[in-house]
């Protein structure tokens, strides 16, 4: 579930199921879950420690960017398990702190700009 809810991937159960054990991620709400990536979706969430923080965002790219916002001026720790991929997104995306990079983000800087 905490996947689903941060790949804004939709998923058929209640809101309240999906952010249990949710430490930081998005929640997309669709009607029909059937399609992959559905082209409607009735709402956008920030969710941070199992609640949600904000709500009505305007799009996913738009929430994204606010919940990266959130954890740098919150000084929040990234989960555990994607401490790289956020560090990836932070340092490399969007361009805070890319002096400072752990080796393994620098060997993939180093990778992508070959």
Do not use: W
């Not at 990266?68 to 929040?76: I, W």
């Not at 401490?83 to 702190?97: A, H, N, S």
């Amino acid at each position: 579930m905490r996947t689903a809810a941060l790949l804004c991937l939709p998923c058929p159960v209640t809101e309240e199921n999906v952010i249990k054990g949710v430490v930081i991620g998005l929640l997309v709400v669709v009607e029909n879950v059937m399609e992959p990536l559905p082209a409607f979706y009735n709402d956008v969430a920030l969710v941070i420690e199992e609640e949600v923080v904000m709500c009505h965002m305007s799009d996913i790219p738009n929430a994204f960017l606010n919940l990266m916002g959130m954890v740098y001026a919150l000084n929040l720790d990234y989960p555990k398990e994607l401490k790289f991929t956020f560090e990836v997104i932070q340092r490399l995306f969007i361009g805070v702190g890319s002096d400072s990079c752990t080796t393994r983000v620098h060997s993939l800087k180093t990778k992508l700009l070959r």
